[in-house]
Every structure is written in structure tokens, then in C-alpha cells.
């Protein structure tokens, strides 16, 4: 669901394929068919922007049929612990939960979303699942709404349709049987994209899908390493490792932890502004980290982290020194936000590195008009993209807007060539969090260099411009270790001065500082170069004695010359010796779950990881995501923190409770569960609550510059969603130079279904138009029946798809579809909603 | 069949020419295009052509009427000279050199016509049975020879050579003896032209397999006009004339009988040499092929051999405006055989069906 | 037209038959496409367009369906075809009940939801069916483009799979009209002389599979021995007939085409004729006798009457 697998991933569809040829049952719900489609046993069209019916009638329906898997959802979720007494459920509030502030537009207080607890912080709980309270009977309520009727008044998919999927997806799950879901952004793209992808881990909780062979949620990542760019993340909101940038002033929004018996250490907060400060290493330590669980290591994992930064200044003041040297975030920094002040002039300058906002982000139009407000700004790129290019090349689309007036442009362009993936060496982390690593084939052409050897030598001038500078802001720059130059440049490259990607790979990994079995008295100091590997992140330590840059990759570079990401054996049932995956090289994470509370595999048929009573250890195909020598039966004692808080049956580790969250009581900005709200542009109101789009999400519906169709408005009767071809890669510009690709989709179409083709006079390969409040654009008419009018709201609604892999650049030109795109943005990770919009289309060419 | 189509088609052949051309088309393919039940039953992909179309164009077109002509004329004169009186000479004199005239062009359009001319010779590297287009090429090389060397001592035995030594041995050579072969090969380059367009894929060609019997019979018919057409001019016994148009006569029922037998043989698939949609090709056949190129002047001789029996007078401006008709009926017959090819080849359903056995 | 570089060498060495001793036999490769694996991706397209240095196609949308390639070409030698064959379940605008509201209404009247186990129900394919499939030369056991080309430029190789040495063909265009399927094409854009699959020849030489073998995701493209592939085949469509894919059929695996199969074979999951491909096409060399004989049999009577007329008195 929410993917288009067989165009976007089609060497990772390749094994759905084979797995279908084995017996697998594959379904596809999408609004458009597609490729995938054509491939699937089941093909069921639904509405844009539904999915959380759709979902959440499927969850309704476990629930009510006793379709789940009872003893790993007792033992493992936390349906049987009790949620606090002042919750309310939107049940209650007619789509709010408790906590939500309507002039802050978010939920300022989300304590009330709790487990209950007992004096020393412990959740309580009903193994019975029979307390109205606890989270099961929780669900029951929440999801009495999601009825099939919903999903044929809200998806306008018939309900024998949606049946099937249910119980196909209920008789393949089991002790026997596991299932797994697909999704990329399909899902991800919209304003309530996070608790889509919610509903559907509960889905596979209830199922006992997680952490066993054949199960789990996959989230198909988009660029080739764009996996790797959240790891060791080009976010503005995480440090490494997914230990959250350290923030001024965190929202004003008390945590569970406030709570008596909080789960974490207490913490300092400013009393009069209610507002957590990070301003410590403490205070970040006590906010982000956890008392309970694998996020205990927080300490040792941050410590290690700022040496690798620092360097020895790190271990000044027990790293608060360097702590303080990490620029604290104040806000939403993220690309689309920056987009915005960037149009107000709040941005003067801008690197773009491997990005093309002109073309590929939403409301693109907008995003050209904010970067004619920079100052200056540097494109690194294997092209003069669309983004490097508008200042001089952009065409006028619409009557609104005549070509650019380059005179009038005042932004300064320093087009940078790049090198590409064949002309340089280092890793891609793919979907499954497998790290690969990559050889270079040929030199970079001209002036090409690799993003490392920019990004490094960049570092290096800096430092010598600031060099010798007293200001406390400059000592950030001045005091990072930046020492990653070749001994030797590569042989036969007319290249003399590329960086060691070797030598990052190690800093991630990470080193002793100390020797580990440093004897008192004598303590030598290595430094990046000479230190010894740490074999993985077990051995990082929080006093300074270990640098890690990114603790979850810690053990891909255990040793000299064993640089695990390169090595490529293919044998074995689950491929350990081919790349690596984080954490530790394991291929399924909480693979714990695969076995029962004893410790037993739950079937023969699926096996995977398991305690071996002899060895008294867990073994089996994968590495065992759980304490190696903690049996079954283990209990905690009381008061107990960090690991040994938690019991041999928990094997969600990373969880304070080790369990896996049905509801989750933290760490979500839009409610503890999943629940149904419109796009912020729909052609009906919410038939579930009387809240219409999600509460939390960010509109910015002031600006002029991002308006929004109104509920059911007539103008903007249509629905819109848009997606990738196989022949093309995203804005386009890394497949629209290359003719054997253009030829093969030469032209943006747009694909709609005979009956509105009918309705508005539009004949197939015609031109149409397509307007929204944003902008309007051309494209040729594919007249198809894989786009089909469904039913809902009791009316007919009509639904387009556009591809988006035009532009203005490259040899194959075309409209751009995000010009369409408005920016409203979902509230956890501040992402687009390309999905599903409205919009309006008429026969004819733009002037 | 034709039963219940004849009157229909008689019916419907009234005033404007299409529906002439409609009519006898369904008359002699016995086949009516029906549109919409071939559209909703007979599958296509996106009707895109199933087959490629020829590269051959004009070249080709004149090189089959030349060769047939060298070929034709070869035989007739043959025949002329082998079994003919003493007068019917004019006919093998006139015949021998105009074979020879008429094979001139023969090569340089059939090499004009490669796609890689300066490779022609690379056609001497095999001997290909299989091929009609190989045979063809040897065909033509021999015959040239026999052509020539007969053209050769009928000059010299008509002194055009002088009166040296290497004249009179040429003129001394067994002239009808060479022709013996040298008529088969005649045969042969006259007919294998519509044995080479059969051995195709493309279906106006392929279907009936009668196309070479055609060919042969419009390379005598064709011939026999051009002799008697250059006799006329250059005056020869009427006695002689009408055994060269008696054979034309036969020749062109012959051709008729033939070219009825290849539309109905052909069906459907022959829609592009008779129909009268755009790219069909009905107008020029029916007219000029069919209409003036051969019924028309078979009826006059058919009245002339009637009446000449008895009055042996010739009637020479008849005789050459006929002779011309057939000609250009000759040339015109494979031209829109060759052109109503491409159409053919680019009729999706109709290949397809066509393969359909 | 000029005459080339050493031409003249070239064809008297031709004349004088300077033809490299045949290689020896080695097993029978080839193709088998299984269409029933295709996810349309074009990876074969291009990646053989790569391999061979193959000019790209102008751009042009023909708007059928995502093929905009159109058909294979003498600069195309693998071409995806997509065919929609998409029902209506809905019958979207006019606000009349559509048949699955109708049968809708109906479960509700008997108050029943179908507790069926639907997920067994569920077919091999869903109702909707895009096909796709990956044409390319057939690589016929009794070729007719070799049979027509007067040079012997076309060959069966020592892998039995069908090239043509494009320094031979003089480009007479015989094969064109030949290939009952509307392969081979005649360069007239570039060299002039004829071009299609060669089966990656220069890679088979090398024990290296043909580029868009090697690039098809799903191995819908699948080389190997012919033998094998075609018993792979026959497996192939018992498996998908036993789940209930009536339609699967498979297209050059028997003897029947050109008397003698396809050593490039398919799985198709419609009749020929969706996909252009011919359902029996005839062998154009099979003509050479008949449309001999009736020649042979007009002239005779030809010569007969000529005879007559002429000897008579
Ligand atoms: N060839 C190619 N491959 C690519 C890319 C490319 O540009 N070209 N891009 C890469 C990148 S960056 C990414 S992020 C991935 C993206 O991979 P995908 O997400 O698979 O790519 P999309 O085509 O955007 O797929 C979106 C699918 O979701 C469907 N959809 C739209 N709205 C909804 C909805 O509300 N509900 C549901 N259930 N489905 C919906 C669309 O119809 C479409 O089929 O692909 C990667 N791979
Ligand atoms: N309407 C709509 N809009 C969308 C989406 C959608 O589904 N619908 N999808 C969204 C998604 S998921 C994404 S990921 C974005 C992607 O949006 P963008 O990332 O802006 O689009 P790309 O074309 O991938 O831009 C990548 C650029 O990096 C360059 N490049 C490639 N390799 C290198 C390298 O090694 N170094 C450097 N410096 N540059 C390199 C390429 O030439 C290319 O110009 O688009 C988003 N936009
Ligand atoms: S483009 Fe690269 S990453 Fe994407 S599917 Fe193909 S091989 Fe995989
Ligand atoms: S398919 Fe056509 S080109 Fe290919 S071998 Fe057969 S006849 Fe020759
Ligand atoms: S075009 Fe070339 S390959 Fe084709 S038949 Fe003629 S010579 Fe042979
Ligand atoms: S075998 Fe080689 S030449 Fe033939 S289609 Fe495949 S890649 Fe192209
Ligand atoms: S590469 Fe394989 S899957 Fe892709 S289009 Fe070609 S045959 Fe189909
Ligand atoms: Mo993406």
C-alpha cells in the first residue's frame, strides 16, 4: 500500500515476484494502477487520503473477530497496560484527543496520553485485556468507528473488496504464517502521513508480525542512500544514530516524564516559560535519553559521539564543554519551513547539494520564487539543474506568470560540478538498513569532485579563515577534528587531494581514545589515525574513553582492513556475510519476537532466532536482537533501570517498557493513536469526526502564496495525487539528459479515466490543463481505465495521477507537476502533502 | 458465394468510380471489408504495422518491366527464329537486339536500388536456391551474356559489325543453338521477378502463389507489343505481324486469367492493388493496368484476328496505340504491384490474418 | 555513392569466396520470455541499446499505453509492449447504480458478509490485466531472412541463434520483406545495410549472458540452452494453468512456426495476434516451388502457342 514498488524499487520487487511464483499472496490498494498493479493477485482502487479507514476497519475487524495473534499481543504489545484516567480519546472529543491547544495549533499537553503507573514508575496492567482502560479495550472503542461501511463511504472501496484484504492479510499471519506490508510515499506524503504508517504497525502487532521471518513493516526509501542520509542524517532535527539535535528551547510541551514516577531522570525546566532547556549535556541527557531500555545508553552513545566531533575538548567539563560547542536548533529548521523564510528574506544563503527544490518539492513555484530572494547561493550538482538554472531559463507558465526577467533576479549562482556515484567511492545504506560499500570506476570528468572532498576541504578553508578567532560562536568550526586526508593519493587518478573515505568510515565506527586496557597511571591519547577500531557499539563508554560518529553503524569497520560493508559472501540463509546492517549486522530487528515467551520458535516453519537451553544463550539464523544471555524466564527487580529494567520476555528493547506500542504514549505530535482526518484539500468533509484535517499539521494558511481549495469546492472538484515512472527519477534531472530514457517517456501526461475524459470533453493524447490555487500546468491526456471514478460521500468522485518528472532543464522538457503541489506539512517530520490534493482540468494548451 | 456478391456488386457499380472500383474489387476478391466487426474481433497492437515495409521503390519497379521485356523479347525471338518462316527473322532481328536494349538498365537499377551499391558483387558470393533474389542475380548475369552474345552475331550476321574476319566468325557462330539455353534463362528472368515477390512475407504477394505466372505472361504480352510495336515502324510482313499479335493475344488472356485467379487466390489481403482507399491502389489498376493495359486491347484484337483472317491488311496506327496500351499496362502492373506491397505491409489485422492458417 | 575503403578488396575477396571455415557447433542458445513475469521496466530496452551503442529513438508520445517506442526497429532490438485490458466494475459518472452496488445491496438484503476464506479465492492474476512484454528477434531455427539473404551476410552461428555480418549484407532489403514478424530492418538512417538481435553474439563468445537478459529484474527474460528453455517452458505454463491462468499459452516452443520452432520463444498471456505476433506464419521460402511451378507452366503454354503460331504455314 502507498507504493508504486515495481516502478519506483524494481530490483526489490523483483523478490516479491519470486515470492508470489512461491505462494505469496500479493495486493495492491492504490489510488492509481500501476505496474505494481498489474503484477498483484488483488488490485483494490481507493480514494487518495483513506488509508487510516481502510487500516483502521481492518484493525476493527481483528479485534472484533479475535483475528489477532493472543499470545504474542499479550506478551509482547502493550494492549494490557493501562492507559491514565484522564485520557480522552477522540471518541470522546470528536476527533481531538486530550491535551490539544487550538491556538498553538498542537497538543501542548500530552501527559494524559500515560500508562498508569505504581509509586515506582512501573505500567500497570490487565493480562485479561478486560479493564476498560487498558489499551486493548482502548483500541476497541477507538476503532468502533471503522466500519466496512466507512471504507465504501470513505476509500469508495466496496467492502467485499476490502474484506478480502483483510482476511487474506488475518489467514497469512499466525505461528505458521507471517505477512508483510510495503510502503513509501505514497503514505508518507500527507498530512497524517506517520499515524497511516501507525495503523499498519498495530495491524502487525495484533498480527505477530514484527521481528519474525516474512514479517514486518518495510518502508521502501527513496534516493539510493537516503536510508544512510537519516542514519547519519542531513536532518536538521538529529545529531547521529537518532539522538535528537540539541535544542534551545524545546516546545512548550511537558512530557510523560513530568508524571509522578517519571521513567526517565527528573530534569531542570524553566518554571516561569515552561520550557525544557537542553543547555547541558544533563539536561539533553535527561530529556532525550531514558531510564529504561536500550536508551540508557544515551550517555555513553552521546559522550562517544561528541569526541568523534571534538576530539579531546570533548572530555572538558565531562563534555559539556563540547556539548555546548553543538548549535542547539530553535525550531523547525526543516527544508520546506527554510523555504518559507527563505521567501520572507530571512535566508541569505543557500548550499544545494544534490537537491532541486525548483522542480522536485512541493509548490515549486513558490520554491523558485523564494530562491530569487537569496543573496547567493551554491548548486552542487552532476547538472545545471532547474534550481541552478531559473534565474535565466524559467518559462512563463500560466497567464499569471511571463518568463523570467533575469535583470530582476538578485540571487548570486555558483554552480558546482559533482562527482557522480561511479566516480567515487564510499557507502550506500539501502532499504534494509544494509550498508554496501561502493568502489570508485573512473575519475570524476573536469572539474568534478565528490561531495566528500567539497564538504572537506570547505571544513579546511573555513577553519583557516576563522583560525585564531576568540569568538565563542567561531570555536564550533575551529574545534572539530578535521583530519581526513589521504596519506597517499589514489593510484592512477589525476586527482591528488580526495579525501580518506576509509578514514570517515572508521570515525563512525568509532575508536578507543584510551587503550582499552589502559593500566592506571599510563594514559595514552590516540587520535583518529593511529586509535584501534572498537568492535561495535557494546563497548562504547560514557567518560570519554571512546569516540563513535554514529553508535548504530559502531561495528561495520570492527578492524583494520575488515571493512565490513564491503564484504560480499552470498552464502547462508540470511546473508550475514554480504554488507552489513545496522545495529550489529542484524537482519530483522526485535527478531526476539520471532520465538514465544519460553524462548521457542512459534512454528517450526518459521524459525528464525531462539534460546538455546544448552548453551543457555539465544542463537539462531539472524543476530538475536536481545541481551545474548538473558533467558526466558528472567524477571527484573524491582526499581531496576537501564537493560536489566527489562524481563526476558520483552523484545522491544528500545522501548522504556520493552514492549511494542499499540498506543503510543510518547514521541508522537498527533495523538497516541491512529485516527481518520481528510487531506487539508478533500472533496468531502470527515464522515468519521467533526474534525476535518489533522489538528496538529502545519497549514501556513495565512500565506498568500500556499492557498488552499476549500472543503467540497467546486472549483477543485477532482482529486489529484501524483507519483514516479520507471523511465524517470524524480525531478528529473538524473534520467531527462539521457536519450535513451527521454524516449521511452518523452512527455508529461497526465492520467485520467475515460468517464471524466467524457465529462469535460478531453480526447486521449490531447493536451489538458490542470489548475489549483497554486499554479496551472499542461499535460498530454492518457484517457485510461486504470483510473477509475469511485463512489463516495454517495456521490461520484473523479481522481487523476500525474507523474512529476518534468521541468524546464534537459533534453525532455515539460510542465512541472509540483507547481500544483501546495505545503502543508505533516506535524512528526514536516513532509509534503504530494499525495492528495484537489484540482481542476480543461481540454486546451496553456498560452 | 459469387453468386449471391455478383448482382450486389452490379448493383452497387453504379456512377461514381469508387463504388466501380468497390465492386470489382468484391467481385474479383470476393472479399467486402467489414470495419467494425474486424476492428471489435480481430486483435491488433495498436495497429501498428506486424511486418516491416520493403526498401525497394521506383528502381525495382522499372527493373521488373525491363527485365521482363529482355526476357520476353529473348523468347519470342527464339521462338521466332527457331520455328518461324523466312520472313519472321524481322521478328528475331528486331526481338535479339531490343532484348539486349532492354536489359541495359537492368543492372545499374537493380545495384542502384541496395542499400550498399559498392557491395553489389557480394551477391556473386552465394548460390542460394532458396533465394529468388540470388537466383535472380545469376539469372540475370547469364542471361546478359546469352543477350548479348546472340545481339552480338545478329549484328554481325546484319554486317552492323563490318566485314572483318572477327564478324564473319562471329556471324558463323550456331546462333540458334545458343538461343536454346539462352530462352530458358529469358524464361526465367521474365518470370522470377513474381516468384521473388511470392517467397516474401508480405501477404498482397505471398497469399496466391500465381504472381510469377502473371509476370511470365505480361513479359510475352509486353514483349510481343514492343516487336510488333518497332516491326510496325520499321515495316514488316503483315503476315508476321499477326502471328506476334495472335501470341499477344494469348499472352494478355493468359495474363487476365491469371491476374483473376491472384485476386481471388489473395482475398483480403489484395485490397490494396484493387481497393480505392487512399492508399489503395484500385484506380490505377482498373484503368491503366487492367482496363486499357490489357482488356482493351485484347478485344480489339480479339475483333482484328476475327476480321484480319480474312483481309490480310494491317491497320498500323491501331496497332501501335495498342501496342503502347499494353506496355505501359505492363509497367503500370508492376508498379502498383510493388507500391500496393507497402500499403499491404502495413495492414496489421490483414498480415495477421493472413498468418491465421 | 562512393565506393568504400577496400570495397574492391572485399568483393573480389568475396568473389573468390575468402569465407572464414564455419566455427564448430556448439549447444543451441537462446531466449525464452516469459511475460507473465514482465513488470514493463524497459531495463532490457535500454540496457541493449547500451551494450550495442544503439542511437536513441526520436522522442515521441504516441499515447499508446506506455509504449512509446512503438515497434522494434533497426536501431531498437528489444521493444516492451503494454496492453490494457482493464474492465469496469464501476460505472463511474452517470449517477446510476453500478453493478457492484447492485451486488452490494444484494449481500446486505441477505444480511451476510462472505466469511468464504477470500484469501484462497484470490487468482494468480487480479481481474485487470496490463500485459506486458518484451519483443525481440525469434531467432527462427528455419530462418526465413537468412534463407532470402542472396549474400550470405545472415548466418546461424555456432550457437544456432541467427546474425548477420553486417560487413557482407549489401543492404538488398530481401530479409525486410522476408521476416514474417517485422524484425530485421534496413538501416536507411545510418550504414544502410540490415540490423536486429544478434543475441549479444560478441558476448555469448565470451560465456557472458545477453545484455537485457542480464538487466530483466524478474528474469521474464530468461537465456540459456534452447532445449532447456523449452522444457522450462512447457513446466512454466502447467504452473500457471494449474493456478487458473487459462489464457497463459506459449509461442514458438514447438516445432509448429517455420517447421521447426523458435529458438527465441515466449509465454504470452493472450492469443498472438494482441501482441502483432502471427499466429502461423508462413515460410516464405515454401513459395520459391509453387509460384515456380505455375511460371514454368505459364511460359510452356506461352511457348507452346508461339510455337503454333509461329511454324504454322
Ligand atoms: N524509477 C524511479 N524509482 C524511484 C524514484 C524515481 O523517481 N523513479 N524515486 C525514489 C524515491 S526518492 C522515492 S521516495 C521512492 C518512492 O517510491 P514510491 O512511493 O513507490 O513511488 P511513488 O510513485 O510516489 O508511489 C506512490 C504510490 O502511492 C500511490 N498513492 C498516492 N496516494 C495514495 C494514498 O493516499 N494511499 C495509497 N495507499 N496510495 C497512494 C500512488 O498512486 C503511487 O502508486 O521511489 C524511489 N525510486
Ligand atoms: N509531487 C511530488 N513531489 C515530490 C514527490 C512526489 O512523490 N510527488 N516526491 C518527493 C520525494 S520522495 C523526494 S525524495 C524529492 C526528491 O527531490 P529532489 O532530491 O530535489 O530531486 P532529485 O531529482 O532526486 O534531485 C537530486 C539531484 O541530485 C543530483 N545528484 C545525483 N547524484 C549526486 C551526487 O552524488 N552529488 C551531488 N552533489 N548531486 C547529485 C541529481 O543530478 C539531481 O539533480 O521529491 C519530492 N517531490
Ligand atoms: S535504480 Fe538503482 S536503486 Fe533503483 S531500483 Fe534500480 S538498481 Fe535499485
Ligand atoms: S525473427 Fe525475423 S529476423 Fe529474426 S530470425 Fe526470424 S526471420 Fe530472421
Ligand atoms: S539486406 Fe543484407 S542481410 Fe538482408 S538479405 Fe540483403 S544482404 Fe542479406
Ligand atoms: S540479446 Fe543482445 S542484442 Fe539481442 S536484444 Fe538482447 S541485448 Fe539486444
Ligand atoms: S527488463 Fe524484464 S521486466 Fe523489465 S521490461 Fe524487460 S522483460 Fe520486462
Ligand atoms: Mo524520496
Known amino acids: ?847 | ?357 | 555513392m562512393a565506393i568504400e575503403q577496400g570495397s574492391l578488396q572485399s568483393m573480389i575477396g568475396a568473389l573468390v569466396g575468402n569465407k572464414t571455415p564455419p566455427l564448430p557447433q556448439q549447444t543451441a542458445m537462446g531466449f525464452f520470455t516469459d511475460t507473465s513475469l514482465c513488470i514493463g521496466c524497459k531495463a532490457c530496452e535500454v540496457a541493449c541499446k547500451q551494450w550495442n551503442q544503439l542511437p536513441a529513438d526520436e522522442m515521441h508520445w504516441t499515447g499508446s499505453s506506455y509504449d512509446n517506442t512503438g515497434a522494434l526497429s533497426p536501431t531498437t532490438w528489444r521493444h516492451v509492449q503494454f496492453i490494457e485490458h482493464i474492465g469496469r466494475r464501476e460505472n463511474g459518472s452517470n449517477g446510476q447504480p453500478s453493478p457492484i452496488d447492485a451486488r452490494i445491496a444484494h449481500a446486505r438484503g441477505e444480511g451476510l458478509i462472505p466469511f468464504t476464506p477470500p484469501g484462497t479465492a484470490l487468482p494468480f492474476f487480479n481481474t485487470d490485466r496490463w500485459l506486458m512484454h518484451s519483443d525481440v528477434c525469434k531467432h527462427c531455427v528455419h530462418a526465413p531472412c537468412q534463407e532470402a539473404c542472396p549474400t550470405g551476410a545472415i548466418i546461424h552461428t555456432e550457437f544456432n541463434t541467427v546474425y548477420v555480418q553486417q560487413d557482407i549484407c549489401n543492404g538488398c532489403g530481401y530479409c525486410v520483406v522476408a521476416c514474417p514478424f517485422g524484425v530485421i530492418a534496413r538501416d536507411d538512417g545510418g550504414d544502410f545495410t540490415a540490423h536486429k538481435c544478434t543475441l549479444c553474439y560478441d558476448r555469448m563468445k565470451d560465456g557472458i549472458e545477453p545484455a537485457c537478459a542480464k538487466a530483466c529484474p524478474t528474469d521474464s527474460i530468461q537465456f540459456g540452452e534452447v532445449a532447456k528453455l523449452k522444457e522450462h517452458a512447457r513446466e512454466r505454463l502447467g504452473f500457471l494453468q494449474a493456478r487458473g491462468v487459462k489464457e497463459a499459452r506459449l509461442y514458438g516452443v514447438d516445432d509448429a512456426i517455420l517447421e521447426g520452432g523458435l529458438n527465441s520463444s515466449f509465454l504470452l498471456l493472450d492469443e498472438p495476434e494482441v501482441y502483432n505476433l502471427p499466429a502461423n506464419p508462413a515460410r516464405p521460402s515454401n513459395n520459391v516451388a509453387p509460384a515456380s511451378l505455375w511460371t514454368i507452366l505459364a511460359a510452356m503454354i506461352l511457348g507452346l502457342f508461339g510455337i503454333i503460331f509461329f511454324r504454322e504455314d
Open chain 2, 1 to 357: 458465394m459469387e453468386q449471391n456478391r455478383l448482382p450486389l456488386a452490379i448493383r452497387e457499380s453504379v456512377s461514381s468510380p469508387e463504388n466501380v472500383i468497390e465492386g470489382l474489387a468484391a467481385l474479383t476478391t470476393g472479399y467486402r471489408p467489414e470495419p467494425e466487426r474486424e476492428l471489435a474481433e480481430e486483435p491488433s497492437y495498436y495497429d501498428y504495422p506486424a511486418i516491416k515495409q520493403p526498401t525497394w521503390r521506383w528502381e525495382i519497379t522499372w527493373y521488373f518491366f525491363f527485365g521482363g521485356l529482355a526476357g520476353g523479347c529473348y523468347v519470342i525471338a527464339s521462338i521466332a527464329s527457331l520455328f518461324g518462316s523466312k520472313e519472321d527473322r524481322a521478328v528475331a532481328r528486331a526481338g535479339y537486339y531490343l532484348s539486349l536494349l532492354a536489359l541495359l538498365p537492368c543492372p545499374p537499377l537493380l545495384i542502384k536500388d541496395l542499400g550498399r551499391p559498392e557491395r553489389f558483387l557480394h551477391m556473386l558470393r552465394m548460390f542460394k536456391v532458396q533465394s529468388p533474389m540470388s537466383m535472380g542475380t545469376w539469372g540475370l548475369v547469364s542471361f546478359s551474356l546469352f543477350s548479348g552474345l546472340t545481339a552480338v552475331i545478329q549484328g554481325a550476321r546484319d554486317g552492323i559489325l563490318g566485314r572483318w574476319w572477327g564478324a564473319r566468325l562471329l556471324a558463323g557462330l550456331p546462333q540458334r543453338l545458343i538461343a536454346l539455353p539462352g530462352a530458358v534463362l529469358g524464361v526465367f528472368l521474365g518470370g522470377y521477378t513474381g516468384v521473388l515477390l511470392t517467397a516474401t512475407s508480405v501477404p498482397l504477394w505471398s497469399r496466391s502463389k500465381v504472381l510469377g505466372g502473371v509476370f511470365i505472361s505480361s513479359a510475352v504480352s509486353t514483349s510481343s507489343a514492343l516487336i510488333s510495336l518497332a516491326l510496325r515502324i520499321a515495316g514488316a510482313p503483315a503476315h508476321t505481324l499477326h502471328k506476334l499479335e495472335r501470341l499477344e493475344w494469348t499472352a494478355i488472356l493468359l495474363e487476365m486469367t491469371g491476374l483473376l485467379t491472384f485476386l481471388r487466390g489473395t482475398g483480403r489481403a489484395a485490397r490494396p492493388l484493387v481497393g480505392s482507399a487512399p492508399a489503395e491502389h484500385g484506380r490505377a489498376f482498373w484503368s491503366v493496368v487492367f482496363g486499357s493495359g490489357l482488356f482493351l486491347p485484347w478485344l480489339v484484337q480479339s475483333f482484328s484476328l476475327l476480321s484480319g483472317r480474312r483481309k490480310n491488311k494491317k491497320n498500323n496506327a491501331r496497332g501501335i496505340v495498342m501496342s503502347l496500351l499494353v506496355l505501359a499496362g505492363g509497367y503500370f502492373l508492376r508498379r502498383t504491384m510493388v507500391e500496393a506491397g507497402h500499403t499491404s505491409s502495413k495492414d496489421a489485422r490483414t498480415t495477421l490474418w493472413n498468418a491465421r492458417r
Open chain 1, 1 to 847: 500500500m502507498g507504493s508504486n514498488m515495481a516502478e519506483a524499487h524494481p530490483i526489490a520487487f523483483a523478490s516479491v515476484v519470486k515470492a508470489k511464483e512461491q505462494g505469496a499472496k500479493v495486493m495492491h490498494v492504490d489510488p492509481h494502477y500501476s505496474r505494481t498493479s498489474a503484477l498483484a493477485n488483488l488490485y483494490v482502487p481507493t480514494r487518495a487520503g483513506g488509508d487510516i479507514v481502510f487500516l483502521g476497519a481492518i484493525i476493527r475487524h481483528i479485534l472484533e473477530n479475535n483475528g489477532y495473534f493472543h499470545d504474542y499481543v499479550v506478551n509482547y504489545t502493550n494492549a494490557a497496560t493501562l492507559v491514565r484516567e484522564d485520557f480522552k480519546d477522540t471518541e470522546e472529543l470528536d476527533g481531538l484527543f486530550s491535551g490539544y491547544e487550538a491556538d498553538a495549533e498542537t497538543y501542548t499537553d500530552q501527559s494524559t496520553w500515560d500508562y498508569e503507573r505504581d509509586k515506582d514508575g512501573r505500567p500497570l496492567s490487565d493480562p485479561t485485556l478486560q479493564n476498560p482502560r487498558c489499551v486493548f479495550q482502548i483500541m476497541r472503542r477507538h476503532f468502533a468507528r471503522y466500519t466496512p461501511e466507512m471504507v465504501e463511504e470513505v476509500c469508495g472501496v466496496p467492502r467485499e473488496q476490502w474484506l478480502q484484504v483483510a482476511q487474506t492479510l488475518i489467514e497469512n499471519s499466525g505461528r505458521e504464517r507471517t505477512s508483510a506490508i510495503c510502503y513509501a510515499v505514497g503514505w508518507t506524503q500527507q498530512s497524517k502521513g506517520v499515524q497511516i504508517i501507525r495503523s499498519a504497525a498495530i495491524i502487525q502487532l495484533l498480527l505477530g508480525n514484527i521481528g519474525r521471518t516474512g514479517g514486518g513493516i518495510m518502508a521502501l526509501r527513496g534516493h539510493a542512500s537516503i536510508q544512510g542520509s537519516t542514519d547519519i542524517p542531513t536532518l536538521y532535527d538529529l545529531l547521529s544514530g537518532y539522538l535528537p539535535q540539541p535544542s534551545a528551547l524545546l516546545t512548550a510541551v511537558p512530557h510523560a516524564e513530568q508524571s509522578p514516577g517519571a521513567t526517565t531522570w527528573s530534569q531542570t525546566r524553566d518554571a516561569k516559560t515552561n520550557i525544557l532547556s537542553q543547555q547541558t549535556l544533563q539536561d539533553y541527557i535527561n530529556s532525550s535519553g531514558q531510564k529504561l531500555g536500550w536508551w540508557s545508553n544515551t550517555p555513553a552513545y552521546m559522550r562517544s559521539f561528541l569526541h568523534a566531533w571534538y576530539g579531546d575538548a570533548a572530555n572538558e567539563e565531562d563534555g559539556n564543554c563540547s556539548y555546548r560547542l553543538i548549535p542547539k536548533i530553535t525550531g523547525d529548521h526543516s527544508h520546506l519551513v527554510t523555504s518559507y523564510q527563505m521567501l520572507d528574506g530571512k535566508v541569505k544563503g543557500y548550499l544545494l547539494i544534490g537537491q532541486n527544490p525548483a522542480a522536485g518539492s512541493s509548490n515549486s513555484r513558490m520554491q523558485r520564487k523564494a530562491l530569487e530572494q537569496l543573496d547567493w547561493m551554491v548548486v552542487r550538482d552532476l547538472y545545471e539543474v532547474e534550481s541552478a538554472a531559473f534565474w535565466y531559463k524559467q518559462p512563463g507558465y500560466g497567464p499569471d506568470s511571463s518568463p523570467v526577467d533575469s535583470s530582476k533576479i538578485k540571487t548570486e549562482i555558483f554552480l558546482m560540478p559533482a562527482a557522480a556515484t561511479t566516480e567515487k567511492e564510499g557507502t550506500f545504506t539501502n532499504t534494509q538498513r544494509m550498508l554496501q560499500w561502493r568502489d570508485k570506476a573512473v575519475d570524476p570528468p573536469g572539474d568534478a569532485r565528490s561531495d566528500l572532498w567539497f564538504v572537506y576541504h570547505l571544513g579546511k578553508r573555513l577553519q583557516e579563515l576563522y583560525a585564531g578567532s576568540k569568538q565563542w560562536r567561531d570555536q564550533g568550526l575551529l574545534s572539530l577534528t578535521w583530519d581526513y586526508a589521504s596519506e597517499k593519493p589514489e593510484e592512477g587518478s589525476r586527482i591528488v587531494d580526495e579525501p580518506d573515505a576509509l578514514l570517515v568510515l572508521k570515525e563512525i565506527n568509532g575508536y578507543y581514545v584510551h587503550p582499552p586496557d589502559a593500566k592506571e597511571g599510563e594514559k595514552k591519547t590516540y587520535t583518529l589515525r593511529d586509535a584501534p577500531h572498537v568492535p561495535g557499539y557494546a563497548v562504547l563508554k560514557d567518560d570519554g574513553s571512546t569516540a563513535c560518529g554514529s553508535w548504530i553503524y559502531s561495528g561495520v569497520y570492527p578492524a583494520p582492513g575488515k571493512n565490513l560493508a564491503a564484504s560480499r559472501n552470498p552464502e547462508g540463509r540470511t546473508f550475514l556475510g554480504w554488507g552489513y546492517s545496522w545495529p550489529a549486522n542484524r537482519r530483522i530487528l526485535y527478531n526476539r519476537a520471532s520465538a514465544d515467551p519460553e524462548g521457542k520458535p512459534w512454528s517450526e516453519r518459521k524459525k528464525y532466532v531462539w534460546w538455546d537451553e544448552t548453551e543457555k544463550k539465544w542463537t539462531g539464523y539472524d543476530v538475536p536482537d536481545f541481551m545474548l544471555n538473558r533467558p526466558p524466564s528472567f524477571r527484573p527487580k524491582p526499581g531496576a533501570v537501564g537493560m536489566d529494567a527489562h524481563s526476558g520476555t520483552d523484545p522491544f528493547i528500545m522501548k522504556p517498557d520493552g514492549k511494542g506500542w499499540l498506543f503510543a504514549p510518547k514521541g508522537l505530535k498527533d495523538g497516541p493513536l491512529p485516527t481518520h482526518y481528510e487531506p487539508a484539500e478533500s472533496p468531502m468533509h470527515n464522515a468519521l469526526y467533526r474534525q476535518q484535517s489533522n489538528p496538529a499539521a502545519k497549514y501556513f494558511r495565512k500565506r498568500p502564496d500556499n492557498v488552499l481549495a476549500a472543503v467540497g469546492d467546486e472549483q477543485y472538484p477532482i482529486v489529484i495525487t501524483t507519483y514516479r515512472l520507471t523511465e524517470h527519477h524524480v525531478s528529473g534531472q538524473m534520467t531527462r539528459w539521457l536519450p535513451w530514457l527521454n524516449s521511452l517517456q518523452p512527455s508529461l501526461f497526465a492520467e485520467i479515466s475515460p468517464e471524466l475524459a467524457g465529462e469535460r470533453h478531453i480526447r486521449h493524447g490531447e493536451w489538458l490543463i490542470i489548475n489549483t490555487p497554486r499554479g496551472e500546468i499542461e499535460a498530454r491526456a492518457m484517457v485510461t481505465r486504470r483510473m477509475r471514478p469511485l463512489r463516495v460521500g454517495g456521490r461520484v468522485v473523479h481522481q487523476i495521477g500525474l507523474p512529476f518528472h518534468w521541468g524546464f532543464q534537459g533534453k525532455s522538457k515539460g510542465s512541472i507537476t509540483n507547481d500544483l503541489a501546495h505545503m502543508v506539512l505533516e506535524p512528526n517530520v514536516s513532509i509534503e502533502e504530494a499525495k492528495a490534493f484537489t484540482c481542476n482540468i480543461r481540454p486546451g494548451r496553456l498560452p
